[in-house]
């Protein structure tokens, strides 16, 4: 009987001990960077529909942030919207639709950029999730994925993304691509293996925005 | 890559090395006979001492163990069956308290009717007087010889007189007869009591007479049990199976009923836990938060039947006096209602929560708000409070089939145990018999490779003592084997 006694309250123990763990480790972290330089503004359309389908798919306890990309956009002064959805779902989806109306009144206002910063971004990103202490960390380029730095800007250094999910969403092609795809599928290269440097657990494009959404997130 | 080559003799001549190394390698088993088939003997011996020794084992084990199952089989028959006799004294108690103890009434009152119908009956006796004798004065007259007015008068005025008292009698007599039908038609009240109270009585003989079939069958069974016979057994074992799939299958029923219990509350308790909590991977603390619920109400359904007497699986439950099994069992019954009431408010917070998610879902996709019907809309809600609150008290059952569960289980289990054993012992007992013969073929077998020493050994043997020597030392082997 005593013995009997023991096991369970070792049990309940160690039940209790998982569940004083780090829970934020099974959380998503998502970090949206929009592309907002030169013909690209026009896809603004397509981003806040992915970004619909972020806060239709993230659960509470889970962080997303939307910034834009601009010339210089290692700063926080470029992130559109971010939260950290409460534990409970009630508050949770308020806080979806408060995002959501923060999104769509940036959506109406855009304007566009001479020059796209994306390594300022992803390193902007990256302070961000880490802050967020997510278990899964994931870092989505709406763009097409052509750096154009202005005059003065820094970025050919090595960066971190030391357990990073990075996804390039709509990746269109640019006009040169099409006489010379290489071009494109090129830039593509140099991207994955910077960011696969960079120590990024994975690298995914996805160009099928209607059928191939669930890549963006991985799985728990 | 082994090289074959640094075996050979002579490498440039295979044939001739490989005979050189086969003749060699004949020798050397030929010198090591005998202490071979002495391995050969002995690790055969010792597989088969073995493999017997655990094969007995597994019967003594096996037969132990159905011993042991049996008495526990029988204590528990045993037990059921005394409580059934039990139960079938009471109902009987209950007969003879509630309605053998009219009887002294139901007696009395039939005397009384009886005493009542006697008397009617004695006052039917009554006849009323006869006639006077006018036949007697008639027949005097009417032997009067001489005729005359005078008799002739007489007579008449007789005759009158006689009408007028035979009129008067005949309408005494039918007054009488009325009283009397009158009488006869106030008994048959009293007959249909009487009836009655005899059908009554009769119908409760009826019962008595039915449980004391029931307690005869218990009795008959209980007799059994307690003298161990073979059918008895048999008939309890049986049973425990049928028991067991019957069990088995309400309580497959009744964790469809949980499972359902479980997906309503699950998401609500996120509300109350936070959905971002996780046990382990894959495993919401909401999750088994909601689980816990349920554990909870079974727990508190189990002790509510405890507290009931219905189940028995805690005897400290059983064994306690009356007044703290009664707050036991109000305290089971409150916490119940309790979980109940909590759980159907779940239910109708997951209600809001889906109606807010698929709102979002709508704003999300830019979709207009679909036009709601309040009663329709309000259906599902009710159903899933009314299933919030009832489902708790359901589970609350499945103890009775719990019950029955583990005490079918253990004797279920305890006879696959024992034929397992059985079986196990007889693939033992095979075995060892196995490489008992074994051994014997083994040794062929070597002697096969060392053939031709051998018939050379025979034939010098032969040659120095004769054939007979041969013979008996062909004979002494067969004899140690067959020993």
Known sequence: MNKCLTILILSFGLVSLGACGDNRMYNHGVYMLVDTSGTYAREMGKAVKIISYLLATLNPGDSLAVAKVETRSFTEKDIVAKVTFDKRPSQATSQKRAFKDKVQSFAKDIKGSAYTDITGGLIQGAEYLNETKSGIKTIVIFSDMQEELSKGTIRDFPISLDGFRVVALNVTKLGTDNADPRLYLDRLARWEARVRKAGATEWVVVNDLENNLESILATR | ?483
Not at chain 2, 292 to 312: C, H
Request: with cysteine.
């Open chain 2, 1 to 483: 890559m082994v090289n074959w080559n640094s075996w050979l003799f002579w490498p440039d001549n295979a044939a001739l090395s490989v005979f050189a190394l086969g003749l060699l390698a004949t020798l050397f088993l030929y010198a090591a006979r005998a202490p071979m088939h002495g391995i050969i003997h002995s690790t055969c011996a010792l597989v088969s001492h073995a493999t017997r020794f655990v094969a007995r084992w597994l019967f003594v084990a096996a037969d132990n163990m159905r011993l042991r199952n049996q008495s526990v089989l029988l204590a528990h028959g045993q037990e059921s069956e005394a409580v059934l006799i039990e139960r079938e004294f009471e109902r009987v108690g209950d007969i003879v308290r509630k309605d053998m103890q009219e009887f002294p009434a139901l007696q009395r009152k039939m005397l009384e009717e009886a005493t009542r119908m006697e008397d009617d009956y004695r006052k039917c006796g009554i006849v009323p007087p006869p006639p006077p004798e006018w036949v007697t004065a008639l027949e005097s007259v009417a032997q009067i010889k001489s005729g005359g007015d005078i008799p002739r008068k007489l007579l008449e005025d007789m005759s009158k007189s006689i009408q007028k008292i035979h009129d008067k009698t005949i309408a005494e007599f039918r007054r009488s007869y009325e009283d009397r039908h009158k009488i006869l038609n106030a008994i048959q009240p009293s007959w249909r009591t009487v009836e009655k109270l005899m059908g009554e009585m009769d119908k409760k003989m009826v019962t008595l007479q039915t449980n004391a079939k029931q307690m005869d069958v218990h009795m008959g069974k209980f007799e059994g049990i307690r003298a161990k016979d073979n059918k008895t057994e048999h008939a309890l074992t049986m049973s425990s199976f049928v028991q067991l799939a019957i069990s088995s299958l309400v309580m497959v029923i009744a964790v469809g009923g949980a499972f359902i219990n479980y997906k309503l509350i699950a998401l609500p308790m996120s509300e109350m836990v936070g959905a971002s909590d996780y046990i382990m991977s894959n495993l919401k603390t909401s999750d088994v938060a909601a689980l816990v619920i349920i554990l909870m109400e079974a727990s508190m359904g189990l002790f509510l039947l405890e507290s009931l007497r219905i189940t028995q699986l805690f005897p400290r439950i059983a064994s306690m006096d009356d007044r703290m099994r009664r707050k036991l069992m109000i305290a089971s019954l409150v916490f119940l209602t309790i979980l109940a009431a909590i759980e159907s408010s779940l239910a109708l917070m997951r209600d809001m929560l889906i109606a807010d998610k698929t709102s979002l879902m709508r704003d999300l996709a830019s979709i207009a708000p679909a036009a709601s019907d309040g009663v329709l809309t309000s259906i599902p809600m009710i159903g899933q409070m009314v299933m919030g609150f009832v489902l708790p008290f359901a589970l609350a059952f499945v103890a009775i089939p719990f019950e029955n569960m583990v005490h079918s289980l253990r004797t279920v289990a305890g006879v696959f145990l024992v034929q397992s054993m059985r079986g196990l012992g007889v693939i033992f007992k095979f075995a060892g018999l196995l490489f008992k013969r074994l051994a014997t073929v083994l040794e062929m077998a070597y002697d096969v490779t060392i053939v031709v020493p051998l018939m050379v050994e025979r034939w010098v043997v032969a040659m120095r003592t004769g054939p007979s020597a041969v013979a008996e030392e062909v004979e002494l082997p067969k004899q140690r084997r067959a020993a």
